[in-house]
């Protein structure tokens, strides 16, 4: 069975490639792509940067803090922190329907349209796209993720690896954006029958506590 790929678009046409998997395309050209591995139980995430394909997976419980976390920082970003929370739900999901409704759901994944080519000489595995991985062992297992807001309007993503590894990466995006990943990730998360909701929004059914596994 092929994978389930989940995709989130601003652009406002389709490119003209074969490739069929899709990608939500960010204001830089990034594209990122989502996808439900059943055999592991965990979210694919691939994008490229800086001539690589950067891939991550995203777990159940990981999940379950990205959308704690973003929660917050949309009640930040907003001002609306101290609002009744029926209140901070309107607002975050009248944004979140905006980014959706302009988004373009036709553009396929492209890793190599937002991305320099790698170097000629190097030898890190290749990914089907032709682009070399990061990390070259493996898609990295995030354990931990930060957002941050900066003083110009954007967010700073940080995605990390658990315990004592450093690896990391960054990934910068408006608000606009980040609805739209989140966006993203809550359908990949309902593929998984993962029984999750998002904080953020009117819940849409009775209230419980969501628990990793």
Known sequence: MSPAWTWWSMAASPLNIANTESGFLMSDGT?????YQADEDRILVRYPAAGREVCLWITRRMAIRWFGISA???????????????????VSQFQRESAVRDADFTRPYNPKSGSDEGDEGDETPATPSGLPTFPPEGPLLVGRLTITARTDGMLDLLLAAGGESKQSVTLRVSERELHGITHMLSLSAQKAQWGLQDPSLPQTGPAKRQRAH
């Open 31 to 35: 594209q990122i792509a989502m996808t």
């Open 72 to 90: 917050k920082i949309f009640d930040h970003v907003q001002g609306q922190g101290a609002a009744p929370e029926d209140q901070r739900r309107a």
